[in-house]
């Protein structure tokens, strides 16, 4: 059944639950009449399919069409990678910035697909056909994804769009979506890092801030600049404190769902845990570093990674440690508990829950030590390679469903491509790192017989030592051989790493299965059970956890309580100077210097052009590169990050607080006109 | 014994106890050795001479010398009351701002005394030898007053100097502190409020801040300019991140000798019942105010007050419920207890506190309600005064060592004095308040017996209203009358506020005599003894709780971590621009809105001026007005504020984020000179 795009059904149902603004909302169910009662604004048909066709999925990120040229944008964040990508010893685009002064100079980035949503179908009803009755939980599910399968399949090919299964509800409902791909997308304009990361890792999920988080691509088709049914129009007016804006973009994931069980695990020991864990790591990359400029240069990336997780991390504590949401959300559980109670399939859920983080938390030091699902091994990448090859010689012996799933057909072709692929390999920090893992490994206790046997007597540091600089498979050659060599390669094989791998293999999948079988299948299942009776009660009222489709959030441009006073719901070009000026070009590695176009324009920029703005929309990672837009459907901003209040977004959301933070359109278009000579990008954009 | 002042004797004891840049240093006692190790630095005896001499007591805050032709520095919120009782119907100072354009027009503010302290005498062994062996703890306290108000008199006839006892350490020590009085002080310049308060309460008790918070005042004598002996000289360098800083002033009052039962009754009792009483007042003052624009106005400053005071409650609860903080409280104390095991006179100090504790716990919803000692008795200015006239007739007839402490001799002109002053008297409102007042004290169950009395049986708006509308005490001469009346006056009267304070007096008094005897005297009696142990087992290597007396304390300007991010440690004017840009000058009824002379004269404003910068110095209220130097002994900044984590520092001191707020030196000059037209001041400052 082919469902009619956004049947703009009446939300009748109350949704006591929600408050503010809260909600990622599928396209097929806005809540039309909530919107309406507090903005006394109801969109068109013609208004939200011109927004949805407007808008691209990047990987990993968002991003919408600007011009009726093909003219793309997103975050440089989200485009960060395809500028990394065009660079070369020549041209440092990342730090210099890219703008093509002609169509001719536009680079094609290898490899780079954006998808636009043309359609979207609930198949909900037949996939619920395809389970017999009396079916396991587990053959049920299994016979689900062969469905979903199939018609996913019919669909592409019937209408040779990109079709992709999502599951919504937690398996409340199922849908297939159909994208049109574009598959020549160019860079135009990038510019420098340092403008787009301006306040770096300090400001990083803060506000107020000062980024120009922008990046232009262009969609070819054919060789010409392509020409979109649908494009965003850019603001002649700009948005102001207070005005309504809305986002579409792509959630990636949430646990809104999670029970408050799980939510005490993560705050109050999972996720501390981990921190601690992440704290030693970088501190051991931080040893690293003192040692040499180039030791220094090799770790920056990681240890900004896990800064950046560390902070994460931290901020959905914080969150799991708020009393009064924590109370909210035992109150909503209760709530659901008693409509749920009558159903025996539900009711024991949360106590099974429970049961499965009591075992998860006895496994949970051995499972941070060692996750061969994961690249590295014991914070050993030459490890973790080593194990993929010789799980790979066994694997593929047998028929696909019955491997690893990281080794079944569908998923073989993208974990041979890592295993090749060529990265700069650095044998002393790969010593470190791997000293590193075995010795938060061998700080269990007892301490695992595998772990005992890689010492074999030897402190961790000997241990590491001799593997690393016996093992030869640093060089893809050397795993390309191996891999294509089979399992008599692997038997024949006398490298010290692959000779580790076979002691590990047999530990770790046992104890692989004991996780999937006594924690992660008990979380899924009655994850499911909790989700689908909340489904029953409140049905679409609720919108689904966030899963990497397209979604709708909107709410006001707002200040908010923060640091003892109100925060500004702008910043300006001039808050941007002021910072530089006030932190000087040298504190922290420069985080708030500027590049020098932005010192020598200085005197061409207005200062009182808004910068960014925060707003009451409920956004999360993947909707970086979101476009922002008013009533009018104009485009008024661009989604970059969120404030640090909104980290506990990935549990709930706390409409008090909670910001997105968007780059102003307005920014763009002064600094493309004043600092960057691209008035004929600006004019190209104006030009609706 | 007359002591040189600042004796530089070396402080060779550990100070175990002191984190970071901790301390408010009395003049007599720097930490020079640990100045020395910490910043290399060590302050001449000519250099700490030159410092004090310059520096200034205002009422209720401080100041300095910056001319040699007298010019004085302090905060615009300092000066405020002067530059409002200068203002008249044509004049609005505060609003509109003052500048001098020359000498002539300098404007004497009647009756403001400033001080300078020219010397300080250790009586410590005189005073102690006053008290005859075997006396009881009360009868030695009363005469080491008796002996150190002789030796106050003795000191101020033989210097003609103004003497004032000063006890330190909570009687560790006893001084005379000699000043210099200067009676002829007038109003140089101030700035317009709004820059003054940019950000009014919003940003009060917080960074980053935009507030030119300075006035200028000139000392004369004999009707010509005072020359100072020594005044600080102007920075011409300026100051940068990391650079040490110096501040005098008068920090007002500290409670960090308060035991951890002490700080705990405060953080989980007290101060949120204070707290939420508070917000209950703010809620009335709110509902009368909704209803007119005259109302409004009346209220707006009481509004305000309490604003102000739930914000820095607020933040001695957070400080307070600090666990770490607290932590460290504890295991002092149990170092300290340990010490004084074997003094009998101390050992149950602890204990005796916390059971005058349990007392005050009982009592203080009846001690929230009505406070006779400050103006209002259940909120009722009137019944206050009636009350004051009430007793003021029978306390008068008894010696003076008999009254209750606010009549005897040397406090009876001031009480005088407050009771006829003349106050705009609004009966609406003040019929509002007794309401709200009333309705709070029957709300204590039991009900007292004088508020059923007071209430009669009719409801708190009705006996408020009755008795508002029937008194005549709104007229400060018909309250001269009565006091002048003396006794027969207070019997005959029919007042209505006259008979009720009759009611309320004596059951007052024995509610008063309770608490002074079961509560505050145990506290003061047993606090002055744990201080007194401290002092034993640490001596001066600490410093005294604040005594509003000259202090200093050091560290330097730096950034902290908050809200997500490091807080960059200056502000500019740029940012100035960039906070009233980004508000708008309607929002928060214009709190970030711009004088009309910031706006015309943006050109000429550099940007990158700094404005107001953040220091690791341990200030609090009456700090206010401090100069804040360099190692050079020149002019830096002025302080006028500390962040919200200062405000635990009530309490105790956390170097990490507690900071004080100080206008950049530059930012004062840049103003005089481009906004102002007042370059005759610049150069006058420049002039060293």
């Not at 104009?634 to 008090?656: A, M, Q, T, V």
Request: hydrophobic share 40%.
């Amino acid at each position: 059944m082919r469902l009619p795009l956004l049947a703009l059904a009446a939300i009748l149902a109350a949704t006591p639950a929600l408050r503010a603004d809260e909600g990622m909302w599928t396209f097929d169910n806005l809540p039309v009449q909530k919107l309406k009662a507090d903005y006394g604004f109801t969109p068109s048909q013609a208004w939200l399919d011109h927004v949805r066709l407007s808008c691209l999925r990047f990987p990993g990120g968002s991003g919408s069409f600007i011009s009726a040229d093909g003219l793309v944008l997103t975050n440089h964040h989200v485009g960060r990678g395809s500028v990394q990508q065009l660079s070369d010893k020549d041209h440092d685009y990342i730090k210099d910035g890219f703008l093509a002064a002609t169509r001719g100079e536009e680079k094609k980035v290898p490899g780079l697909e954006l998808f636009t949503l043309m359609a979207m179908e609930n198949v909900t009803d037949r996939v619920a056909k395809a389970v017999k009755p009396g079916l396991a939980d587990q053959e049920a599910q299994k016979a689900r994804k062969i469905e979903l399968g199939r018609i996913q399949k019919e669909i592409q090919d019937r209408t040779g769009l990109t079709a992709e299964a999502v599951t919504l509800y937690q398996g409340g409902e199922y849908w297939i979506y159909e994208y049109k791909k574009h598959t020549d997308v160019r860079l135009v304009m990038a510019p420098e890092q340092q403008i787009a990361f301006f306040g770096g890792d300090s400001d990083n999920f803060t506000f107020p801030r000062h980024n120009l988080d922008f990046t232009l691509f262009r969609v070819y088709e054919d060789g010409q600049p392509y020409h979109p049914k649908d494009h965003l129009n850019w603001t002649r007016s700009g948005v102001k404190n207070g005005d309504l804006t809305f986002v579409m973009g792509h959630p990636g994931a949430t646990e809104r769902l999670a029970t408050s069980a799980q939510m005490a695990f993560a705050g109050d020991f999972a996720l501390p845990t981990r921190v601690r864990l992440l704290e030693r790591q970088r501190k051991a990359l931080q040893d690293y570093a003192k040692l040499s400029g180039e030791n220094a240069r090799q770790v920056a990336t990681q240890i900004f990674g896990l800064e950046n997780s560390i902070k994460a991390m931290t901020g959905y504590i914080s969150g799991l440690r708020d009393k009064a949401a924590q109370d909210r959300i035992r109150k909503a559980e209760k709530e659901l508990q008693a409509k749920a109670a009558a159903d025996p399939k539900v009711a024991g859920s949360w106590k099974a829950i429970e049961k499965a983080l009591a075992v998860q938390k006895g496994l949970f030091a051995q499972s941070l030590a060692v996750n061969a699902r994961s690249g590295a091994v014991y914070e050993s990448s030459l490890l973790g390679q080593a194990l993929t090859l010789v799980r790979l010689a066994s694997e593929t012996a047998l028929p696909s469903e019955k491997r690893l799933e990281e080794f079944r057909d569908a998923n073989l072709e993208t974990l041979k491509k890592r295993l090749l692929v060529k990265r700069p390999f650095y044998p002393t920090l790969e010593t470190a790192m791997f000293t590193f893992g075995l010795t938060e490994a061998a700080g269990n206790a007892p301490v695992p017989p595998e772990v005992k046997a890689i010492l074999a007597g030897r402190t961790p540091a000997a241990a590491a030592q001799a593997a690393v600089s016996g093992s030869a498979l640093g060089d893809p050659a050397v795993r390309q051989a191996l891999m294509e060599g089979g399992l008599k390669a692997i038997q024949e094989s006398k490298d010290p790493m692959i000779l580790l791998a076979k002691q590990v293999d047999a530990p770790n999948r046992a104890f692989r299965k004991r996780m999937d079988e006594q924690v992660n299948s008990v979380l899924a299942e009655h994850g499911g059970r909790i989700a689908k009776a909340r489904f029953a009660a409140y049905g679409k009222s609720l919108y689904p956890d966030a899963t990497f489709t397209l979604r709708m959030t909107y709410g006001p441009v707002a200040s908010y309580a923060a640091n003892g006073t109100h925060i500004q719901p702008f910043t300006t070009f001039g808050g941007m100077y002021d910072r530089a000026a006030a932190w000087g070009p040298e504190a922290e590695h420069g985080a708030w210097s500027l590049p020098k176009r932005w010192l020598d324009r200085r005197a061409q920029v207005n200062p009182d052009t808004p910068f960014v703005f925060a707003h009451a929309v409920d956004i999360i990672g993947g909707n970086s590169g979101s476009p922002v837009i008013d009533k009018q459907g104009d485009l008024i901003g661009l989604i970059f990050d969120g404030n640090i209040e909104s980290l506990p977004g990935h549990f709930y959301y706390d409409g008090k607080v909670n910001r997105g933070i968007a780059v102003d359109a307005r920014a763009i278009l002064e600094a493309l006109d004043k600092v960057y000579d691209a008035g004929f990008l600006a004019r190209e954009i104006r030009a609706n």
